[in-house]
């Protein structure tokens, strides 16, 4: 028995000895960090429906909007809705689910860089937002061509590839800053309240504030990160569009992003 | 090898880890004893790069266990069973592991095999373990990469009797094989039955270490009596340093002979008079758990 696994233990080691001294290479770690993405029930799911909420979202607009409506542009808002509640979720929980669930302990002791695992995640989230919102759009173009067919209408394509492009863009940084918050609070519950906070709430209290103060209604589209990413979604960014997208991406961003790697390279995982 | 050098930890005022050196060597069980909160995970911690430390180094294999380019394939690691993702199925956390250290899948396979996990019981959730199963789990994870160094906390924990033995007997033929074995346990039997030397911490100091042989001989004698303070006195003066115990038992290096010489001589009835046989071990061992002893402190 004992010597059974002793040899197989020296055919294992001959086997690997190669790669002991070997760096694990980064598309290792970004191909691990993102099956991890997927192999659990709760992001199973979440991947799925991203595909089932895309198909329930065009159902409803085949069912119930007007038929002079039925053009690409309403299947691609009402599709972008819940994409761009599921896909934060999913790079929030890559991040935090090291330390809610603990896992942490094993990932950053085989891989001992946390910068390395971060960057990986980071680059899995976005992979995964523009595979998404892929899906998504193909869902929404058979919902276009189906839907049309039903009513007899003709089929209209009214998004150009740019303005789709910048409805992914829009929504890959809605999923980076839910990975910033994931980064900066390191706790999966914190981090989902802090991005409907985020979502939901500063946008209201920005709005009420530049409705009553005129030195924050010249600010805001500079400051407010969901006033100057809503034009992403409205096709309608002019270059000074692009230059408030930029400072606010910056402020909410960039900034929040590096102080929350910062701390977490130094902190202890327990 | 694993080799510790004046490594410290600081948390504010608190000194978890407080000077802490030793070496851990190839070919040998070394255990790591001491009770709860006495410094051992948070050293381990270190010594894996999960915790920076204030001041001092450990190295694993000569190298910093950050600097290790695969460090899966060096040095096994298994520091909390329950520290995996509850909604992954053990089968998945081993796959994971190997495909990030460029494994075979079959070594998974080799793996649950070795620490006697079912194929069903591989496809079931982490959340649905008992804890048994997760240090299963968990000491096939550290073996996946066939390691030379294995550091482990507290590896015993949730095992039955069999499951025990048969992690002693692993540990054994793995230093056998000339592997170097960390262990820690906050029991002391649990590692006087594994381990060839001991290093003791305890309130984030080292208090003893070497090899086992040594630790328990280095006893000396015990000895009771009805007036344990006049004994003491009476040792003292005859030039025997000796400890008298809160307990009443005195504690000294002398041999039991030239004990019971003085003690005649001071006219002292003895009740007690033995040599202390590795009690030395347990003694100083109880010592520091009962500065610790929540209960006492309660009471």
Redesign the interface.
């Given at each position: 028995m004992s010597t059974v696994t002793a040899n197989s233990m020296d055919a294992v080691r001959e086997k690997k000895s190669p790669t002991v001294d070997q760096r694990i290479p980064t598309s290792r770690v970004v191909a691990v960090e993102l099956r991890k993405m997927f192999d659990t029930r709760s992001g199973f799911w979440l991947m799925m429906s991203v595909a089932i909420t895309a198909t329930l979202a065009t159902g409803a607009v085949i069912l119930w909007a007007p038929d002079s409506e039925l053009t690409y542009d309403t299947f691609a808002a009402a599709i972008g809705f819940p994409m761009s509640v599921i896909l934060p979720m999913v790079a929030i929980l890559s991040v935090t689910s090291e330390w809610t669930q603990r896992s942490g302990l094993s990932t950053f002791t085989l891989v001992p860089h946390r910068g390395r695992v971060i960057g990986a995640k980071a680059v899995g989230a976005v992979l995964v937002g523009v595979g998404s919102m892929v899906v998504a759009m193909a869902i929404g173009a058979l919902g276009n061509i189906v839907g049309t067919a039903i009513t007899g209408t003709p089929t209209i394509w009214d998004d150009s590839f740019l303005h789709l492009s910048e409805i992914v863009l829009a929504n890959v940084l809605g999923m980076l800053i839910g990975f910033m918050l994931g980064v900066v609070i390191r706790n999966s519950a914190g981090a989902i309240v802090g991005y409907f906070v985020f979502t939901l709430v500063l946008p209201t209290l920005s709005g009420l504030l530049a409705a009553n103060a005129s030195w924050w209604h010249d600010a805001q589209a500079w400051v407010d990160f969901n006033f100057a990413q809503g034009g992403l979604f409205d096709g309608e960014m002019a270059s000074r569009d692009w230059a408030h997208l930029a400072t606010a991406t910056m402020i909410w961003l960039v900034i929040p992003l590096a102080v929350g790697l910062r701390l977490m390279l130094r902190s202890e995982v327990k | 090898m694993i080799t510790v050098d004046s490594l410290t930890k600081r948390y504010g005022a608190f000194t978890a880890v407080d000077d802490v050196s030793f070496t851990a060597e190839g070919g040998r069980v070394t255990g790591f004893l001491g009770p709860n909160g006495a410094g051992k995970s948070t050293t381990m911690?270190v010594m894996?790069?999960?915790?920076?430390p204030t001041s001092g180094t450990a190295r694993v294999s000569g190298r910093l266990?950050?600097d290790?380019?695969?460090?899966?394939?060096?040095?096994g690691?298994l520091?909390?069973a329950?520290?995996?993702?509850?909604?992954?199925t053990g089968r998945?956390?081993l796959n994971?592991?190997a495909?990030?250290?460029?494994?075979?899948r079959l070594?998974v396979e080799?793996m649950l095999d070795?620490v006697s996990l079912t194929e069903k019981e591989a496809d079931r959730?982490v959340r649905n373990y008992s804890l048994g199963m997760r240090q299963r789990l968990g000491i096939a994870?550290a073996l996946l990469?066939?390691p030379t160094v294995l550091i482990l906390d507290e590896p015993a924990n949730g095992l039955d009797p069999a499951g025990i033995r048969w992690m002693r007997d692993l540990l054994r033929?793995y230093a056998d094989?000339g592997g170097t074995v960390l262990l820690s346990s906050h029991l002391l039997h649990e590692i006087e039955v594994i381990a060839d030397d001991i290093v003791v911490i305890g309130n984030g100091k080292i208090v003893a270490q070497g090899t086992k042989n040594d630790l328990l001989a280095a006893a000396g004698t015990v000895v009771r009596s009805a007036a344990p303070s006049t004994l003491a006195h009476a040792l003292e003066l005859a030039g025997i340093a000796s400890t008298l115990g809160p307990d009443g038992a005195v504690r000294t290096q002398a041999d039991a002979a030239r004990v019971g010489e003085v003690a005649l001589a001071a006219g002292v009835a003895l009740t007690e008079l033995r040599p202390a046989d590795g009690a030395g071990l347990e003694e100083m061992f109880l010592e520091l758990t009962s500065e610790t002893q929540r209960e006492g402190a309660a009471a």
């Open positions: - | 911690r894996v790069g999960l915790t920076p266990f950050s290790l380019p695969n460090p899966g394939l060096e040095v690691v520091l909390d329950s520290a995996q993702h509850a909604g992954r998945e956390i994971i592991a495909r990030t250290m460029g494994l075979p070594r080799e070795r959730r994870h990469g066939d033929s094989q």
